[in-house]
């Protein structure tokens, strides 16, 4: 445990406090035996599966902890025990304060009706009293940008509409914890970056944050501390570099152990994330030959690769970025427009284009992918991606194994200083 979290529990500055946590489902061999168990209150059998085990966590207040990964380590299942939709069977949970949740947004709404109807039903459920809703309710409303339909039923309404509304009453509750699962924006266009603006707010203002995400690269910008959770039990848990380092050279490992491939091919579509920016063409050059098949000698040639973008020009201008990567899980270097200290430039209209020069790549031979990002002007909300756009295979006659060529300089002396010779 370190420091600041020993100090936390001293002084009594826990948000949520943990000890032996665990949930296991039942699984019985028979009816007989379910009924058994029902009628005369028998243990959980041996056979019951058991999605969290024995977990002891301190969470102070105001932290951002990530929970990271596979799919069926227990994460889910460690967000509901935390927000009480789950009992746990074994150990004790403490939380202090109100508990918002991004998990199923809208789940508690009646599609039959209308949209303030719903806000009016649901409002109490979160904690806020007739009083304060009623208080907050316009605003609710306005920030969800369905105002012309809060009178028509929610049935009525797109998938984007009812996840605005449903994320607009779920953050103004005023929380003390906020739980969210994946998403640190929601919906489409303006209204995610109007989220993710709202929930970097919260956490601006103090209010703790478990964030369970399989994007490594926003779970270690955004968060102060990260647990990784494997098969139900605490695999790490520290600084983000740290964890997220350690889960990726895991999942690496584990896809060479399987035999994986590359994953998606080169010239792979981009894909588009719900934002009010987007790269509208990316162009990888090898000495000036554009290609998505790039291939030269170790040490030699000169990679361009090439952003093209558009933006809303009210907004911030956004930040580029690249990542180099092997096999199917590792990333083997990232490049970022705000860590290198360089601002986009942009049009009247938003629009722009964002270079990244290599004259040299220190790469040994094997095959790498390229991929290309846009994001907001703190680099965290990804408003547009292009995974694996492109190819680039190096050629190297050397025999010594490695991936990169470190930069060095040989220095010769004959003997040994200080052997009298």
């Known amino acids: 445990m370190n420091e600041q979290v020993a100090g936390d529990r001293e002084g009594g500055g826990l948000a949520i406090s943990a000890r032996h946590l665990g949930k296991a489902y039942a699984s019985f061999a028979s009816p007989v035996k379910r009924l058994g168990a029902v009628l005369f209150g028998r243990g959980l059998p041996a056979e019951s599966f058991w999605a969290l085990r024995d977990l002891s966590l301190d969470v102070p207040k105001g932290e951002s902890l990530g929970v990271i990964g596979q799919n069926g380590a227990g994460k889910s299942t460690l967000l509901q025990l935390l927000c009480s939709t789950l009992a746990p069977t074994t150990g004790t949970l403490q939380v202090q304060g109100r508990i918002a949740a991004l998990l199923e947004l809208g789940a508690g709404f009646n599609p039959d009706f209308s949209g303030r109807d719903n806000l009016l039903l649901n409002g109490p459920l979160l904690g806020l009293t007739r009083a304060q809703l009623e208080e907050r309710l316009e605003d609710i409303i306005d920030f969800s940008g369905v105002r012309a339909f809060i009178d028509q039923p929610v049935k009525t309404y797109s998938s984007g509409m009812f996840v605005r509304l449903a994320f607009s ?48 690269y926003q779970v270690e910008a955004f968060c102060t501390r990260v647990i990784w959770l494997h098969q139900g039990q605490v695999r790490a848990i520290g600084e983000p570099h740290d964890v997220v380092r350690d889960y990726t050279m895991f999942l690496a490992a584990q896809a060479d152990a399987a035999g994986g491939t590359a994953g998606p091919g080169p010239g792979q579509a981009i894909t588009q994330t719900p934002g009010h920016a987007r790269i509208t063409r990316v162009d990888t050059l090898l000495d000036g030959v554009s290609s998505t098949h790039l291939s030269c000698a170790a040490g030699e040639g000169c990679l361009e690769v090439v952003i093209d973008f558009e933006s809303d020009p009210d907004l911030p201008a956004p930040t580029a970025g690249m990542t180099f990567e092997v096999g199917s899980v590792l990333v083997l270097s990232t490049v970022v427009s705000l860590s290198d200290g360089v601002a986009l430039q942009r049009d009247a209209n938003g629009r722009g284009r964002a270079t990244i020069r290599f004259d040299k790549l220190p790469l040994r031979k094997g095959e790498y992918f390229i991929s290309a990002y846009l994001g907001n002007e703190n680099a965290i909300h990804l408003y547009s991606q292009a995974i694996r756009i492109a190819s680039l295979r190096v050629h190297d006659e050397r025999p010594e194994p490695g991936v990169v060529d470190f930069p060095r300089s040989w220095h010769f002396q004959a003997g040994v200083p200080g052997d009298g010779t």
């Not at 994946?182 to 703790?208: C, H, N, P, W, Y």
């Open 169 to 216: 009453l779920a953050t103004s509750v005023d929380p003390d914890i906020l739980v969210i699962d994946e998403a640190l924006s929601v919906g489409d266009g303006e209204f995610a970056r109007k989220s993710f603006d709202r929930i970097l707010a919260m956490k601006e203002r103090g209010t703790t944050i478990l964030f369970c995400s399989h994007s490594l």
